[in-house]
Nanobody, 115 residues
Framework: VQLQASGGGLVQAGGSLRLSCAAS????????MGWFRQAPGKAREFVSA????????EYADSVKDRFTLSKIDSNNTVFLQMTSLEPEDAAVYYC?????????WGQGTQVTVSS
């Protein structure tokens, strides 16, 4: 599967962005999908994940109640709606898909939050 992330940009603190991750090659319903992020000088950290059926989602404590992960299987796309953004959310966001023990990564999209 190939994953194409988009939607990053510059936003003021308190603002919102929606990231998209479009998959090609296989359907997103075959994968556990989600996002990690990596800020400069920091390790890549988990942000959110959604089950194959879409019925279950998981979030890092730092983004819970602010970020919402969803997907549209017919469009083969996963969305991360981010609200109430904080400067600490600034990072490169990477979407991923996991199947049968293998993890596939998108190229990353930059999110910058100005205070």
């Amino acid at each position: 599967v190939q994953l194409q992330a988009s939607g990053g940009g510059l936003v003021q603190a308190g603002g919102s962005l929606r990231l998209s991750c479009a998959a090609s090659g296989r359907t997103v319903s075959d994968y556990i999908m989600g996002w990690f992020r990596q800020a400069p000088g920091k390790a890549r950290e988990f942000v959110s994940a959604i089950s194959r059926s879409g019925s279950s989602t998981e979030y890092a404590d730092s983004v819970k109640d602010r970020f919402t992960l969803s997907k549209i299987d017919s469009n083969n796309t996963v969305f991360l709606q981010m609200t109430s953004l904080e400067p600490e959310d600034a990072a490169v966001y990477y979407c991923y898909g996991m199947i049968s023990g293998a993890t596939y990564w998108g190229q990353g999209t930059q999110v910058t939050v100005s205070s």
